[in-house]
């Protein structure tokens, strides 16, 4: 499915009105349905499905193991439902769900592992891979609106998303990352949003060392960042 359509809309230079078509984001209701009861309900730019699921439920470690996409039974109509099977019960005693602008996160109060990484980056590394990031966001150009999200070891990125939601972004991008068996480990998350908590828990999640944006991050973001040594 695409993920955008176009639309008729007036532009208005200055007080002149006229008809055009403009690019305008697709946003789909996506269900995820596991063993068969519905765990969470989100919206979502309907690309890299599988990315996402897998994103968001090894992220959480509410399954063990990576979902193959074969497995991931796929229900697109006037939204998008997913049904995954998997051992034992579906939502771990003690979860608890918190929703964010579209986003998931799930909570069992435990802390985060010190990350030991000595990847580190010069300032102007840093610059020119931000740089082909964000060359990178043609979505964004488009009908704007969209958040982008990609895992580089400072040299290339290795995996890259757009999505309506920050938090899809970066789950299909660690979602990406698993399915293809690519390490964490000397990376660099790049985000096009403000770190948020969630933001940072994720990357304190897979301990990804470092965590980059244009945007600014909240003080409760800082305080995971420096707990998690990110």
């Given at each position: ?155 290339s990125i290795l995996a890259f998303a757009e ?19 690519i390490s964490f480990r000397g990376k660099i ?42």
């Open positions: 499915m695409d993920p955008y359509i176009k639309r008729k809309i007036i532009k208005y230079q200055g007080a002149s009105g006229k008809e055009s078509e403009d690019p305008v984001a697709v946003e789909k209701k996506l269900r995820l349905f596991l063993n068969g009861k519905e765990l969470i309900t989100l919206h979502c730019t309907p690309s890299m499905i599988p990315e996402l699921i897998n994103g968001i439920l090894l992220t959480e470690k509410i399954v063990p193991d990576k979902i193959s996409p074969d497995s991931i039974t796929l229900e697109m109509n006037e939204g998008i439902n997913i049904h995954v099977s998997v051992a034992g019960d579906a939502v771990p005693e003690g979860m608890h769900f918190t929703r964010c602008l579209g986003g998931y996160t799930f909570s069992q109060g435990k802390p985060f592992r010190k990350i030991e990484d000595s990847f580190v980056l010069a300032p102007e590394t840093l610059m020119a891979i931000f740089q082909g990031f964000h060359q990178r966001s043609e979505l964004f150009r488009l009908p704007g609106c969209f958040h982008s999200a990609a895992l580089s070891d400072g040299k999505d309506i939601g920050r938090h899809n972004a970066v789950d299909k991008v660690t979602g990406y990352a698993l399915l293809n068996d998350m790049l985000v096009s949003c403000r770190i948020s908590s969630e933001i940072v828990s994720k990357c304190a999640r897979w301990e990804i060392p470092i965590v980059a944006s244009r945007a600014a991050p909240t003080d409760l973001a800082i305080e995971i960042a420096e707990a998690a040594g990110i």
